[in-house]
């Protein structure tokens, strides 16, 4: 790396002096006042890691006189300062670093050519599940058994800690990877060496999580990506990229009296998911900035990939120093985060005029109302009046195929003369299933809300709601009131600071006092990790066919992610968990009918315990200090005397065993120097045909293994016990287990089939319905190529390279959709596989493909074409033509493909490959 020293300059701070890449000396070619926030750091970016090969002077230029309205058509080449990573994601990505150490040896490299060269840190969040709640043990006991669980994934990492330079692990049951990095990870602003000078520069990151932008509210500029992605970037190969175009929301006004940073993030996802921001940057604005703390901002940038942004990030400015200073960071890296700042033109005043944005979005924080999202997109805002309504209709859409019963709504007020009307469990009782358990009797109903979780970064990184929480359970417990005993509670907090800022104010009792204890420091319920709910509660889930609901402070609720037995799903904020939790009910206006009746024997309305925005404010005054984050952040990647027990070996070569954790991946198999010509794909036949909105999760559920599905099958063939199946997010590193569970989420619907839910296909020739694992197999011994048809917003959700994995493995060489979520488009291309668009108003229904032909795809030109001719042939010889096309986006991707990856393309480039 050589930047140009025309455009440097030196920045003295605190009598330390640092060279830096000057936006200011290229401001005087070029009007940079008008560059968006964003767009100024990828702009130094450039300038910094100039290298004449693949950063040129005409990239920078590029960039410098960006136009806000001119569709992006130019390729630069981003180099993120580092990567970080969490344990699901993390622990293939670490398998597939040592795979490479494998292979680059039979290449005729050196294992230690791959190395991370820059920072890399893994925070295991993941893996904690909700086994024990509603108890003071449950912390203890969870994490107990996630040490017994996780023991190989956890030795692993341990070799990785050992073999790998510049790679740091935050141990388990210390936060979860989001808020650690808001927390502690995140610098602001980079110092370091270059060639004997100290150096200062913007901190940028890629993460293998997809909610890696929640640090975006601090003024960093990052974002998700898939593992493959991630993994070059750590091997110091710069991401290729188009330059954006930058959405700018205006902000004005303020939250009004009882609205929370939650209900705001939920207006902006459906606003801008409506606007349409997919790999577009999304950047904040206006005089409503000095309003919103960075606690709020983080929310907000947590759920960029909700609404499909690639970021969506906030300038530097006083809010980020007191945050700063709150988080306890050091006085020094503050003046230098300020100085920096200022000097490149990237802090923000109250003053500072606006830049040219490509759309602007206007958002009133006035106009925000309580809210919720569900039952299963992020972007489903329902106003909080509406979710009674709300929910009744969808009752209605997923009861359709049930025989009409006495009632199909159930009725909470009538819940006393329902008890009274039977004692047998399980028994159908005016609508709803009678239950008994732990000498309780009850009745579930359609809407009873059985699972109540305050979980995720996207909240609990934030003090205002979650003592908002705590103040709303401390009035509660007041008036008399808990949770239903139907309902599982649980408390994961995404750092240690909260429980001591909760202990401070004794909220965490209060809390407690209502059902919700601790049960861990990690994703839990929001990655699917809720944990079973009581036998009794299942049962009668299933003897009534009910649909019943969560309620989580999440970030996703997709189908089949929360729980398997739960089909409705809501994100809302951690007052409004407790206070469903209060409820046991979506069959219930919070904002006009009671939650229960106090000991009082008085109806308690939602208002009459909601605490006040003043009442939060005080509380939290002085609950907060910078020594509780000094204080749980000083030995952080100590761990404790379990993770410090567990032995791994030194070796720079893993040692892989015969392992259902963690196995070496075939990725690399025959794999030689030279690179195999591509032909055109003829003769393939439709594993899935898809709708619209498949998300990764569809793909690739990271939940709980089926007994009868194939992983579950393959697992008991090891010897597994389904006790210990663990769960598919879990088992990332094993691509036997994996591969069978492609496409194996209980909730998808493959149009192959007539109303048939799950992971199942046709294998056509032979008309026989079967799993899409044993498909993919028998036409795999057949010969036959694969492809996959879907609809709009194909692969939305988590950064999931397993879900481009593992359709690459079941032998799928293209897919075809109307429209790609950013992130699971490029891991297909990172993985080898092909990603098609069908013409704009085109798709399968259109054209009249039904998904049983053959399929012809020609004039690929060896991954150069623009487009491709698709002939699909049907039975009678009857034959449909149509073009699509191809979304290999940059002249560094079609190189990625023709070498049947990024992974491939990086140990070529390792082992002393020169590609044409």
Not at 59 to 68: F, G, L
Not at 84 to 112: E, H, N, S, Y
Not at 136 to 149: G, S, T, V, Y
Not at 404 to 422: K, L
Request: hydrophobic share 40%; net charge negative.
């Amino acid at each position: 790396m050589n930047p140009s020293s025309a455009t440097q300059s030196v920045l003295e701070v605190d009598g330390k002096r640092y060279r830096i890449s000057s936006l200011r000396k290229l401001g005087e070619r070029f009007d940079l006042k008008r560059l968006p926030y964003s767009m100024k750091i990828l702009l130094e970016n450039l300038m910094r890691n100039e290298d004449g090969l693949n950063i040129t002077a005409k990239e920078i230029e590029a960039v410098a006189s960006w136009d806000a309205h001119k569709e992006p058509d130019t390729e630069i080449a981003f180099t993120p300062a580092r990567v970080i990573l969490q344990d699901f994601t993390g622990v293939p990505c670490v398998v597939d670093l040592a795979a490479m150490r494998d292979a680059v040896v039979k290449l005729g490299g050196d294992a230690t050519q791959i190395n991370p060269v820059v920072p890399l840190e893994l925070v295991i969040d993941h893996s904690v599940q909700v086994d024990v709640f509603g108890s003071a043990d449950a912390l203890e006991k969870n994490a107990q058994i996630e040490f017994q669980r996780n023991q190989e994934r956890y030795a692993f990492l341990r070799w990785g800690q050992k073999a790998f330079s510049n790679f740091r692990v935050v141990p388990p049951s210390t936060g979860i990877v989001h808020q650690v990095n808001l927390e502690y990870l995140a610098r602001v602003v980079m110092t370091g060496e270059r060639n004997g000078e100290l150096w200062a520069w913007p901190d940028t990151l890629f993460g293998t999580d997809s909610h890696t932008t929640m640090v975006n509210g601090l003024g960093i500029l990052g974002w998700g990506v898939g593992g493959i992605e991630a993994e070059a970037a750590m091997l110091g190969q710069p991401s290729s990229m188009l330059i954006p175009q930058v959405v700018g929301v205006k902000l004005h006004g303020r939250l009004g009296e009882g609205v929370t940073a939650t209900d705001l993030v939920l207006t902006v996802a459906q606003a801008l998911r409506k606007l349409g921001v997919v790999g577009k940057f999304v950047e904040f604005f206006g005089d409503g900035l000095k309003h919103l703390p960075v606690a709020d901002r983080a929310t907000i940038g947590n759920m960029a990939p909700e609404y499909g942004a690639t970021c969506a990030i906030f300038p530097i400015d006083a809010e980020s120093l007191a945050y700063l200073r709150l988080s306890g960071r050091s006085e020094e890296h503050i003046h230098l985060v300020e100085a920096y700042a200022r000097e490149q033109g990237l802090w923000h005043e109250e003053s500072t005029p606006p830049s040219d944005y490509s759309t602007i979005l206007d958002l009133d924080l006035a106009s925000v109302r309580p809210s919720m999202a569900g039952p299963k997109r992020p972007q489903d805002r329902v106003a909080l009046e509406d979710v009674k309504q709300s929910s009744h209709t969808v009752i209605q859409t997923l009861t359709t195929h049930r025989k009409p019963r006495e009632s199909d709504i159930g009725d909470f007020a009538n819940e006393g003369g329902a008890a009274a009307i039977g004692n047998q469990a399980n028994d159908i009782i005016n609508g709803g299933v009678r239950v008994e358990h732990n000498g309780s009797q009850f009745t579930l109903y359609d809407g009873s809300v059985v699972i109540a979780a305050i979980t995720s970064c996207t909240n609990t990184s934030n003090p205002a709601v979650m003592i908002g929480a705590g103040l709303l359970a401390r009035n509660a417990a007041a008036r008399g009131l808990k949770a239903k005993p139907w309902v599982k509670t649980s408390l994961a907090p995404g750092s240690k600071v909260v429980t001591d800022y909760l202990e401070k104010t004794r909220l965490l009792h209060e809390l407690e006092k209502v059902g919700f204890y601790l049960v861990g420091y990690g994703c839990t319920t929001c990655i699917g990790n809720s944990g079973p709910l009581w036998h009794e509660i299942s049962r009668g889930i299933g003897d009534g066919d009910l649909a019943v609901a969560s309620v989580l402070s999440g970030n996703r609720n997709f189908e089949g992610r929360i729980h398997p037995e739960v089909k409705m799903n809501y994100l809302a904020s951690p007052p409004l968990v407790v206070a469903y939790a209060l409820a046991g009910t979506l069959d219930l206006d919070l904002t006009r009918e009671p939650l229960g009746t106090g000991s009082d024997g008085k109806p308690v309305f939602l208002k009459d315990i909601w605490p006040s925005n003043k009442e939060i404010a005080d509380t939290m005054r002085g609950a907060i200090t910078p020594e509780m984050f000094k204080q749980n952040y000083g030995e952080v990647f100590k761990g404790d005397a379990r993770w410090n027990g567990i032995v791994a070996p030194a070796d720079p070569v893993y040692r892989w065993s015969d392992s259902t954790y963690i196995k070496n991946p075939p990725y690399f198999d025959g794999m030689t120097m030279a690179l195999t010509p591509l032909p055109d794909i003829h003769g393939a036949r439709v594993l899935g045909l898809f709708g619209d909105s498949i998300t990764t999760d569809h793909i690739s559920p990271a939940g709980s293994i089926k007994k009868d599905s194939p992983a579950g099958r393959f697992l008991m063939s090891k010897g597994v016990e389904p006790r210990d199946f663990n769960s598919y997010g879990s088992r990332r590193g094993n691509d036997d287990v994996m591969v069978r569970g492609t496409f194996a989420n209980i909730r998808i619907r493959n149009q192959l089939l007539n109303d048939v839910e799950g992971g199942y296909t046709v294998h056509v020739p032979s008309g026989e319905q079967m799993a899409i694992f044993d498909a993919a197999v028998k036409y795999q011994g057949e010969g036959t190529p694969l492809m996959v048809i879907a609809g709009k917003e194909y692969g939305t959700g988590s950064s999931r390279d397993w879900a481009a994995k593992g359709t690459l493995l079941l032998g799928v060489k293209a897919v075809i959709a109307e429209s790609f979520e950013r992130i699971h488009r490029s891991n297909l291309v990172g993985m080898g596989v092909l990603p098609l668009q069908f013409k704009d108003g085109e798709n399968a229904r259109s054209i009249g493909l039904d998904g049983k032909e053959t399929y012809d795809i020609s004039g690929l030109d060896g991954g150069k074409a623009k487009q491709v001719q698709i002939t699909a042939t049907a039975a009678d010889g009857n034959k449909k033509i149509f073009t699509a096309k191809v979304l290999l986006l940059t002249p560094k991707e079609r190189e990625f493909y023709q070498h049947g990856g990024i992974l491939q393309y990086v140990l070529r480039q390792l082992a002393g490959h020169k590609s044409a």
